[in-house]
């Protein structure tokens, strides 16, 4: 990929969740919208215009500031998983119940990603979306050449959590073995904690 192409990371007040912004040129894609004013800072200093807002599941702390992001970027397509376009319209399911920010989206902006579905969020940015349901039935990693972006179906070194009520115990492990082997030949950029490297 042109060397123009860069990733920046946000911690976020929930949970630690990780926000990241992929851009290019005068580009951007967001991953997992968190905490608005500090990304709104970031990509106004930077004059980015979002293009895509990537979910790699739709729990509360990787979708709270997906509300924001698209009254501020009308024009920016959300990208989820079938699961994940179902579950943004339920607040039991994405879990804003439960934290007292009632989420329901239901826009013909959000476009549905398909497992092994490549596709191009930026003219410079090619990526493959992969189905890993086990965290939760919505969740999907990004990979391109060199990135693997894992929201919490892979934390490295931290036990998937499957708990939940879309969970599978099972699946979640299987893909927590799985993304380890592949995270060997990427830099990996997981839903929380540190970015590890290559």
């Known amino acids: ?16 969740s990780n926000t990241y912004v992929v851009s290019s040129g005068t580009d951007a894609v967001v991953i997992d919208p968190g905490d608005f004013a500090p990304l709104q800072a970031y990509l106004g200093h930077h004059r980015l215009v979002v293009r895509t807002i990537l979910l790699t599941h739709t729990h509360y702390d990787h979708i709270y500031g997906l509300p924001a992001m698209m009254e501020a970027w009308p024009e920016a397509i959300v990208m989820t998983s079938e699961f994940g376009k179902a579950a943004l319209a339920r607040e ?11 989420i329901r989206i239901e826009s013909d902006r959000i476009r549905v990603l398909r497992d092994g579905e490549a596709f191009s969020p930026l003219a410079r940015c090619h990526m493959t979306a992969v189905a890993t349901p086990g965290h939760d039935k919505s969740s999907l990693v990004f990979l391109t050449d060199r990135w693997l972006f894992t929201g919490d179906s892979y934390i490295p070194g931290v036990k998937v959590v499957a708990s939940f009520p879309n969970s599978d115990r099972k699946a979640a492990k299987e893909w927590y073995d799985k993304l380890h082997e592949i995270s060997r030949e990427y830099q990996t950029f997981p839903g929380h904690g540190d970015i590890s490297q290559k």
Do not use: E, I, K, T
């Not at 399911?93 to 934290?99: A, L």
């Open 1 to 16: 990929m042109p060397g123009d192409l860069a990733v920046s990371r946000f911690v976020n007040s929930v949970f630690s």
């Open 92 to 102: 039991d399911w994405n879990f804003s119940r439960y934290h007292c920010d009632p």
